[in-house]
Structure formats: C-alpha cells, structure tokens
T-cell receptor
Framework: DQQVKQNSPSLSVQEGRISILNCDYTNSMFDYFLWYKKYPAEGPTFLISISSIKDKNEDGRFTVFLNKSAKHLSLHIVPSQPGDSAVYFCAAKRNTGNQFYFGTGTSLTVIP | AAGVIQSPRHLIKEKRETATLKCYPIPRHDTVYWYQQGPGQDPQFLISFYEKMQSDKGSIPDRFSAQQFSDYHSELNMSSLELGDSALYFC?????????????FGPGTRLTVT
C-alpha cells in the first residue's frame, strides 16, 4: 500500500523556468515531510523539509508547499538549472515513530 | 564535511549465502536507518536504531537482522539470500536527539544475488 505517491514519473522543464514536483499522501497521521534529490549511483540528498504545522518553507531556489486538507505537497524550484536534473523523492513521517515512507520518485530533466 | 560511509559498495553473493553490510553514520549522529531500493522502486524502510537501540521496524524480512554498535556504526546481516534480495541498500543517519528528522544518506551498497 503506497502511502506516499508521486504520480508524475518524469518532468521536463526549460532552464530558467519553474519546476513543480507534486506529491500526494494518504495517511493523515503524517506530520513531517521531506524532499530528496538523487543522482544515479549516489544516495538521496536531503533538500528541504516541512512540518505539518507550516504550509510553506523556503530555502533559496527551493520552496515546499503543504496543503494538509488536500494531503498534497509540492516542491517548487525556480529558476531551474541543468544541474537540477535528477530524481526527486518526497518522504513522510508519522507523528508516532521514526519510520519514513517514500514516494516512487519523479525524474526531472532541465533542458538548457 | 564527513558523510555517511557504507561498505562494501558492491557485493555479489549466491543464493543461500549470507551478507553483511556496514554503515558508518555522520559523526555525532545518533540515529541510523536502513532502506532497500529495488530497481525502479522507492526506498523501502527496513529498520532504524536510535542510540544503539532498535527504534522502528519496517518491512525487514526475518532472514535479516541489524544492530548498532557502541561506536554508532551499524551492520545489516542478511542470511539465506534470495534472488529477490538483489537491490540497492541505503543507510542514512540523522541527529534525532536534536529534533532533526533530516536523514543523510550514504552512497548505498549494491547487492547482487545470483
């Protein structure tokens, strides 16, 4: 049962434009969300996180938005750069325990 | 800055053999997580340790066991290996005691069972 879903397996964006990656979850007990970027042959790299008490967190070019009522979060990258091309995973944690659930990933390609 | 170290990076074993994967967390990190990622799949949580005690257990098969040692490094022991165990195994660490849930991942160990 996939509790965290990334329905777009791939996304292509022109350099300089905004990239929007989406993530949906089903478990209302999730209270912490993270985004990771993964290059081939490397482990995931932490990008940005958000607690369920917030609806937005910003770090440089990266902004994560959380809509709890819709059980949806999104990652905005602006402006997109070719080096952003990677697979992006969202992950979520329940308010009990320390187990994280990952989405299936979205492969982002930023076209120069 | 020091990162999470995993060894070996690649491992080839035959069915029914055993394998041991090692993970060295970022210094001063108190929590270690193990994940299994099959081809084209998302990382599946296996098990975690906080301050050398098992913290959470996910979809870890009974054939697998893990522990965290006094120096905070962790080992994932896999016995009676099956073809389906072929995957990328990631270790991650975090500083949970400081209220941080950001996990920092190692480069992974690619296990191939033949």
């Amino acid at each position: 049962d996939q509790q965290v879903k990334q329905n777009s397996p791939s996304l292509s964006v022109q350099e300089g434009r905004i990239s929007i990656l989406n993530c949906d979850y089903t478990n209302s007990m999730f209270d912490y969300f993270l985004w990771y970027k993964k290059y081939p042959a490397e482990g995931p790299t932490f990008l940005i996180s958000i607690s369920s008490i917030k609806d937005k967190n910003e770090d440089g070019r990266f902004t994560v938005f959380l809509n709890k009522s819709a059980k949806h979060l999104s990652l905005h990258i602006v402006p997109s750069q070719p080096g952003d091309s990677a697979v992006y995973f969202c992950a979520a944690k329940r308010n009990t325990g320390n187990q994280f659930y990952f989405g299936t990933g979205t492969s982002l390609t930023v076209i120069p | 800055a020091a990162g999470v170290i995993q060894s070996p990076r690649h491992l080839i074993k035959e069915k029914r053999e055993t394998a041991t994967l090692k993970c060295y967390p970022i210094p001063r990190h108190d929590t270690v997580y193990w994940y299994q990622q099959g081809p084209g799949q998302d990382p599946q949580f296996l098990i975690s340790f906080y301050e050398k005690m098992q913290s959470d257990k996910g979809s870890i098969p009974d054939r697998f066991s893990a522990q965290q040692f006094s120096d905070y490094h962790s080992e994932l022991n896999m016995s009676s290996l099956e073809l389906g165990d072929s995957a990328l195994y990631f270790c991650a660490s975090s500083l949970r005691g400081r209220g941080s849930y950001e996990q920092y991942f190692g480069p992974g160990t690619r296990l191939t069972v033949t």
